[in-house]
T-cell receptor
Framework: DTAVSQTPKYLVTQMGNDKSIKCEQN?????MYWYKQDSKKFLKIMFS???????INETVPNRFSPKSPDKAHLNLHINSLELGDSAVYFC????????????FGDGTRLSIL | GNSVTQMEGPVTLSEEAFLTINCTYT??????LFWYVQYPGEGLQLLLK?????DKGSNKGFEATYRKETTSFHLEKGSVQVSDSAVYFC??????????FGTGTSLTVIP
């Protein structure tokens, strides 16, 4: 009965590879997000989708491409991985736009060798 | 830049000590304010929120009051427990459902 689930939990790969992280929410929420958390715990929003439509696209390299096949899923594909991409990536969802709190997944720890 | 500033950590307290983690924000208008908690190896969880001036959010013994005059939302708990050890994030809402998070404050409670 996990609310926001993301897979995999851990991802270890080499520089230059392409990888994907999947996220699904079963809360019926309209809005989903991807965040990046660095080693100092600083949390930075990357993307936000509302009803499968891109709403927020922060200054993120175009090697990162989100895809939302339906409003319950928001996947993140990363091309040509670099050392600086090592971080924990969090998916989140909220009921909609506005001041509503967000529900987070448990994170995907990405390590680039 | 980041419009939420919170007290830098790490913070180490003995069990049953009083906790305050300071948070101030900058905003035009009146955003909603939140505290999130992140336990080791987990995602962020909403701890409490306040949506307008003078509102007090509370949960699990934690409290924070929305102070418009000082643009602050300090987190307090009267008596911390070992299980409160976590990273605490202050956040404010923004247009388009974007959130601004503070940099996080790590709390360790020792027995």
């Amino acid at each position: 009965d996990t609310a926001v689930s993301q897979t995999p939990k851990y991802l270890v790969t080499q520089m230059g590879n392409d990888k994907s992280i999947k996220c699904e929410q079963n809360l019926g929420h309209d809005t989903m997000y991807w965040y990046k958390q660095d080693s100092k715990k600083f949390l930075k929003i990357m993307f936000s989708y509302n009803n499968k439509e891109l709403i927020i696209n922060e200054t993120v390299p175009n090697r990162f491409s989100p895809k939302s096949p339906d409003k319950a899923h928001l996947n993140l594909h990363i091309n040509s991985l670099e050392l600086g991409d090592s971080a924990v990536y969090f998916c989140a969802s909220s009921p909609g736009m506005g001041d509503q709190p967000q529900h987070f997944g448990d994170g995907t720890r990405l390590s680039i060798l | 830049g980041n419009s939420v500033t919170q007290m830098e950590g790490p913070v180490t307290l003995s069990e049953e000590a009083f906790l305050t983690i300071n948070c101030t924000y900058t905003a035009t208008g009146y955003p909603s304010l939140f505290w999130y908690v992140q336990y080791p190896g987990e995602g962020l969880q909403l701890l409490l929120k306040a949506t307008k001036a003078d509102d007090k959010g509370s949960n699990k013994g934690f409290e924070a009051t929305y102070r418009k005059e000082t643009t602050s939302f300090h987190l307090e708990k009267g008596s911390v427990q070992v299980s409160d050890s976590a990273v605490y994030f202050c956040a404010r809402s923004h247009t388009g459902n974007q959130f601004y998070f503070g940099t996080g404050t790590s709390l360790t409670v020792i027995p």
